[in-house]
């Protein structure tokens, strides 16, 4: 990355502009003591005809922009947000976090790492993405502290903030104009936005993001964004851009809030912490099965492990009560896990209970907030489908929630003894979703139970 006098743009100038040397009437590099270019007058002019787009303009001369990176490396600094935002350093960091489950504190430290490269070479966009209170800002302000320390002009703005600025450069009496303004944000060598999605989401607010997102990620400029929304929840253009792996690094953030000084925020829903021994490693051979058995066996443990390389859509694990289902599906999670995506292992009426429960007057938090938990989680694993006794009620959030991840195409796995057959008389609009051979793929376990003894029963009947 260069020194912020190499890089910070220069007022009155633009991409498309010629250079100095290329100009008409150009001043001499020969005049006064104090700077051969302006005289010390600190602006120059152009002998240029009119209508040239340099004609009748004072651009600031060469000797003025150390002076001008130094102001307005001051002017960051003594900025509102970052300013309230002082203490927030990468020094004062806890990377590991405070008593969290293995995956949690692997996501948490990941992301510090990859803030703290970042800081030391901004290239691309870093995008840190977690519930509130997980410390994205922390290190959104660490990344911007460390760079501006370094001579690096990083604009440090929270979104609402940002649109706040905008709206109010309208005004005639507005100090800095709207078109200021927006070139500033645009051209800034370093962006960092702090909490997107936490905007009014009106239509020209959609529209002014999308402009100045679209400009940096045409120009490639180093971009910083922190966000508890996944993707999904951005509006198309901007979700294609988010996913150019090519210039975007996404990091999921698995940690709690800080502030509420446990490990876990509430109930803690997710099983995976608790199957960690549950991985494709332990999952043993029974030399009790018959040939046939084994090699089906063999075949769902292949299916599964190239499912966990490559989580594309949706798998379906479907087998008699304790033939592994879960065990396979906990071992997907995991190395999905590993790998940094977050990951939410829940048993289905567990799911229901905790949204049941966002209803009550003391709930924490809202049943919106918490069906969206579960919509958007980048990958899902519902644990033992049942709906032999589920209410119409129960059966209608399901629906709901596999609805939107079928039409997402998010990845999620699905451990279930119902038969598909069953199933379709029980709700046919989930076993539609289950059913489609384009984007759903089955597992079957055609095995007995590991705790049924020998000899094996020959019914199919679930245990």
């Given at each position: 990355m260069k020194h912020i006098g190499d890089v910070l743009?220069?007022?009155?100038?633009?991409?498309?502009?010629?250079?100095?040397?290329?100009?008409?009437?150009?001043?001499?590099?020969?005049?006064?003591?104090?700077c051969p270019i302006c005289g010390g007058l600190g602006y120059i002019s152009y002998d240029v005809p009119p209508g040239h787009p340099l004609f009748g303009r004072?651009?600031?001369?060469?000797?003025?922009?150390?002076?001008?990176?130094?102001?307005?490396?001051?002017?960051?600094?003594?900025?509102?947000?970052?300013?309230?935002?002082?203490d927030k350093r990468f020094e004062n960091f806890l990377p590991d976090g405070r008593g969290l489950p293995p995956d949690h504190a692997r996501s948490l430290r990941r992301a510090y790492e990859r803030a703290k490269a970042f800081a030391e070479d901004p290239q691309?966009?870093?995008?840190?993405?977690?519930?509130?209170?997980?410390?994205?800002?922390h290190l959104a302000a660490a990344i911007a502290h460390r760079l501006l320390e370094r001579g690096v002009a990083a604009?440090?703005?929270?979104?609402?903030?940002?649109?706040?600025?905008?709206r109010a450069a309208f005004h005639p009496e507005a100090e800095v104009s709207y078109e200021e303004r927006f070139w500033q944000l645009r051209e800034a060598p370093v962006l960092i936005l702090d909490d997107l999605g936490a905007q009014q989401s009106t239509p020209w607010a959609q529209e002014k993001l999308f402009q100045l997102l679209d400009w940096r990620y045409n120009a490639r400029l180093p971009t910083v964004i922190t966000t508890n929304l996944s993707l999904e929840a951005f509006e198309p253009r901007l979700r294609s851009r988010l996913q150019d792996a090519r210039l975007v690094e996404i990091v999921h953030i698995l940690a709690p809030d800080f502030r509420r000084g446990g490990p876990t925020a509430g109930p803690d829903l997710n099983l995976l912490p608790l199957l960690q021994e549950m991985t494709f490693e332990t999952f043993r051979e029974r030399?009790?099965?018959?040939?046939?058995?084994?090699?089906?066996?063999?075949?769902?443990?292949?299916?599964?492990?190239?499912?966990?390389?490559?989580?594309?859509?949706?798998?379906?694990?479907?087998?008699?009560?304790?033939?592994?289902?879960?065990?396979?599906?906990?071992?997907?999670?995991?190395?999905?896990?590993?790998?940094?995506?977050?990951?939410?292992?829940?048993?289905?009426p567990d799911l229901l209970d905790w949204l049941r429960a966002a209803f009550h007057p003391r709930s924490d938090a809202p049943y919106d907030r918490r069906f969206d938990e579960a919509k958007l989680v980048p990958f899902l694993v519902l644990d033992d489908l049942g709906l032999e006794s589920a209410t119409p009620w129960a059966r209608e959030?399901?629906?709901q929630l596999l609805n939107f991840r079928y039409l997402a195409k998010l990845p999620t796995v699905i451990t279930t003894a119902i038969p598909l057959d069953q199933l379709e008389k029980l709700d046919p609009r989930i076993a539609s979703r289950l059913s489609d051979e384009t984007r759903v793929t089955v597992i079957t376990l055609e095995i007995p139970p590991y705790r049924?003894?020998?000899?094996?029963?020959?019914?199919?009947?679930?245990?």
């Open positions: 743009p220069k007022p009155g100038k633009s991409a498309g502009d010629e250079t100095r040397d290329e100009l008409p009437g150009a001043p001499s590099l020969e005049g006064s003591e104090a004072a651009i600031p001369c060469a000797c003025q922009t150390e002076r001008q990176a130094a102001e307005f490396r001051q002017r960051i600094q003594a900025a509102g947000p970052l300013r309230a935002l002082v691309g966009w870093l995008v840190l993405r977690g519930g509130t209170g997980c410390g994205k800002t604009l440090f703005i929270p979104v609402p903030d940002l649109l706040d600025e905008l030399p009790e099965l018959s040939p046939r058995e084994r090699d089906n066996l063999r075949e769902a443990i292949r299916m599964a492990r190239a499912y966990a390389e490559h989580p594309h859509g949706w798998l379906v694990l479907f087998g008699r009560y304790g033939a592994g289902k879960t065990h396979l599906a906990a071992a997907i999670a995991n190395a999905v896990a590993a790998r940094g995506t977050p990951v939410l292992f829940v048993a289905v959030k399901l629906y049924t003894p020998l000899p094996r029963p020959e019914s199919r009947r679930r245990g």
